[in-house]
Nanobody, 124 residues
Framework: QVQLVESGGGLVQAGGSLRLSCAASGLTFSRYSMGWFRQAAGKEREFVAY????????YYADSVKGRFTISRDNAKNTVYLQMNSLKPEDTAVYYC?????????????????WGQGTQVTVSS
């Protein structure tokens, strides 16, 4: 079965950096678009970034544009989220997700599979 396992979360001071990883198994990774979402305590889950399975296209939420970078290594079945210039408002559980389609990639409904999440905490 499909498994997505996130890692790399932790506690970091404001202005610092973290790199999240999401290792996928049970699917043909290159045929999936991959996304990152986050959910802060008491809030709904929100889109962060995605990497399309077509042409390496990437897209970011305005709140992270210029600070976060999504990348993927199809040989390792892994997608990454490099997070720089972190702010306290970036504190959340971060989830990776896999989509076999090309629609609704900024929305939860666009994704078929989800990881369990990794906590990122940014202290001020």
């Amino acid at each position: 079965q499909v498994q997505l396992v996130e890692s790399g979360g932790g506690l970091v001071q404001a202005g610092g950096s973290l790199r999240l990883s999401c290792a996928a198994s049970g699917l043909t990774f290159s045929r999936y678009s991959m996304g990152w979402f986050r959910q802060a305590a008491g809030k709904e889950r929100e889109f962060v970034a995605y990497s399309s399975r077509i042409g390496g296209y990437t897209y970011y939420a305005d709140s992270v544009k210029g600070r976060f970078t999504i990348s993927r290594d199809n040989a390792k079945n892994t997608v990454y989220l490099q997070m720089n210039s972190l702010k306290p408002e970036d504190t959340a559980v971060y989830y990776c997700a896999a989509s076999s389609g090309l629609s609704y990639l900024t929305m939860e409904r666009g994704y078929d599979h989800w990881g369990q999440g990794t906590q990122v905490t940014v202290s001020s």
